[in-house]
Every structure is written in structure tokens, then in C-alpha cells.
């Protein structure tokens, strides 16, 4: 099993076997999925890396916290601008939306790939960046995502992940301030191969989420907040066998 921290030299990544911008994609579900690997996706870009981030469905199903009683198209189109301000603060591309309807990807496989090898064709990134199996949160989309992920791009793929810790301190945050909330599917400790010291993004993350007003209310980013003063790490999943391109390695290992 692989374990090292992600400290990349910045300055070095356009040194990195004669590639200019290497770049990543990152495939979502919905918009603030990214969530989850904000930190991780900021210290990329940071690092000269081009992150472009796919969201499959812009969230049309979905439930609406700002107050503005949005749905359907409508909420669609707010959660879309949250994604792009969102990705601006993290440094990140403009974000690609492939608008699939929400909650029925399932029934859309082949033109998920379809699409998505496209893209993956055009921007020709040095790694694939998606959810570990079951999305963390047990979302439908989610799982699809990733049944999409490791049945099609698994070769260089990177998953992301919450721990049983992680999960517990998110756990305990929440209950800081009145809510029950608790991981689906956390994975065990053993199973995370790489730890990304996230902590100097602590104010990007905060405030990327804090962007996504139909989705998290006040309460929810105070407890974000205090699971990212706890929590200064996120954790990444390459599955046993994977190679990843040495380019990345690099960035990983330095």
C-alpha cells in the first residue's frame, strides 16, 4: 500500500517530463461535490496543475436551503453559478457541466462515457480524480460515477475518500452545533494510500463551500469549519495494481 504526503515543489511542475500544464479532471456528480477534495484540488492548482472539474448533472433534483424556493432548471442554474465562483476561489478551470438529469445517471451509462471520453481525449490529463465506491454519502450518482470511473479510466485513476477518523471528527463537529450527521460509507484507515496536508487552504475551502448557499446552511459551514480547523489533511485511494503516470508520483512525492 502506497502512504506519503502530497508537498509538491511548486516551481517544479512545469519541469515535469517537458509537459508545460499537466492538468487533472476531476468527475462529479453534482455541483459541491468537490467538497469533499477541495484542499486537495487547490494545492494542485497551486502547484501549477490545471484542474478541470466535470459535474454530470447540475443538481436539478435536488433540494433548495437558501430560501428562494428554486427547483428543477432553475435551482440546475444557481447551483452552476455557485460551482463557478466556487471553483474560482479553489484556483480551479471553469468547471464543465455535462447536465445529465439528477438521480437518473444510471440510465445514461453509455453517453456518460461516451461524453466523458471525449473530454478526457481533449484535455489528455495525467490522472482521473472521482469518488471511492459508494461516494461517501451512499448517493446513487455518486456509485454510478464510480462504477463509470474504475469499469472505464481505472489506469490512472485516484479516488477520494473519508476515513473512519475523518469520518468520526466530521461526526463530532456537526455535533457542535445540533446536527446528527454521519458518513455512509467511510473506508477504513488502512485503505488510504495518500495523506494531502491541506492546511494552508483551510480559508479556500471554507469559503468555497460557503459559496453553495442552496446547499449548505449556516450551520452546516459552521460545523465545515470546525471539521477543517480538526481535520488539516484529506486522504486519496489508488487501488492495488493501479499504476499512476510518474508525472504525478512527482507532484506527490515532492
Known amino acids: 500500500m502506497l502512504f506519503f504526503a502530497l508537498v509538491c515543489s511548486c516551481q517544479s511542475t512545469q519541469e515535469i517530463n517537458g509537459m508545460d500544464t499537466p492538468s487533472v479532471i476531476v468527475l462529479l456528480a453534482h455541483p459541491d461535490d468537490e467538497t469533499w477534495v477541495s484542499g486537495?484540488?487547490?494545492?494542485?492548482?497551486?502547484?501549477?496543475?490545471?484542474?478541470?472539474?466535470?459535474?454530470?448533472?447540475?443538481g436539478d433534483?435536488?433540494?433548495?436551503?437558501?430560501?428562494?424556493?428554486?427547483?428543477?432548471?432553475?435551482?440546475?442554474?444557481?447551483?452552476?453559478?455557485?460551482?463557478?465562483a466556487a471553483s474560482s476561489i479553489l484556483g480551479l478551470e471553469p468547471p464543465i457541466f455535462l447536465r445529465f438529469p439528477d438521480g437518473k445517471l444510471?440510465?445514461?451509462?453509455?453517453?456518460?462515457?461516451?461524453?466523458?471520453?471525449?473530454?478526457?481525449?481533449?484535455?489528455?490529463?495525467?490522472?482521473?480524480?472521482?469518488?471511492?465506491?459508494?461516494?461517501?454519502?451512499?448517493?446513487?450518482d455518486h456509485k454510478t460515477?464510480?462504477?463509470?470511473?474504475?469499469?472505464?479510466f481505472n489506469e490512472n485513476s485516484i479516488?477520494?475518500?473519508?476515513?473512519?477518523?475523518?469520518?468520526?471528527?466530521?461526526?463530532?463537529?456537526?455535533?457542535?452545533?445540533?446536527?446528527?450527521?454521519r458518513v455512509?460509507?467511510?473506508?477504513?484507515?488502512?485503505?488510504?494510500?495518500?495523506?494531502?496536508?491541506?492546511?494552508?487552504?483551510?480559508?479556500?475551502?471554507?469559503?468555497?463551500m460557503s459559496i453553495y448557499t442552496t446547499q449548505f446552511p449556516p450551520t452546516m459551514i459552521s460545523a465545515f469549519s470546525a471539521?477543517?480547523?480538526?481535520?488539516?489533511?484529506?486522504?486519496?485511494?489508488?487501488?492495488?495494481?493501479v499504476e499512476l503516470p510518474h508525472q504525478l508520483l512527482y507532484l506527490l512525492r515532492f
Do not use: W
Open 40 to 58: 486537495t484540488l487547490a494545492k494542485l492548482a497551486d502547484c501549477g496543475v490545471r484542474v478541470f472539474p466535470v459535474y454530470a448533472t447540475s
Open 61 to 84: 433534483a435536488g433540494s433548495d436551503h437558501s430560501g428562494q424556493g428554486l427547483s428543477g432548471a432553475d435551482l440546475a442554474r444557481v447551483r452552476e453559478q455557485e460551482a463557478i
Open 106 to 140: 444510471t440510465n445514461f451509462h453509455h453517453q456518460l462515457i461516451a461524453t466523458f471520453e471525449f473530454i478526457v481525449t481533449q484535455i489528455d490529463p495525467i490522472a482521473v480524480m472521482s469518488f471511492i465506491r459508494g461516494g461517501i454519502t451512499d448517493n446513487r
Open 145 to 152: 460515477v464510480n462504477r463509470l470511473i474504475t469499469g472505464e
Open 159 to 181: 479516488y477520494f475518500a473519508l476515513s473512519d477518523t475523518r469520518a468520526d471528527i466530521l461526526s463530532r463537529s456537526a455535533e457542535k452545533f445540533g446536527l446528527d450527521y
Open 184 to 208: 455512509t460509507v467511510p473506508v477504513d484507515d488502512s485503505e488510504i494510500s495518500i495523506l494531502v496536508d491541506v492546511s494552508p487552504y483551510a480559508r479556500q475551502r471554507i469559503s468555497a
Open 227 to 241: 471539521f477543517v480547523e480538526r481535520s488539516t489533511v484529506e486522504e486519496l485511494v489508488i487501488v492495488d495494481g
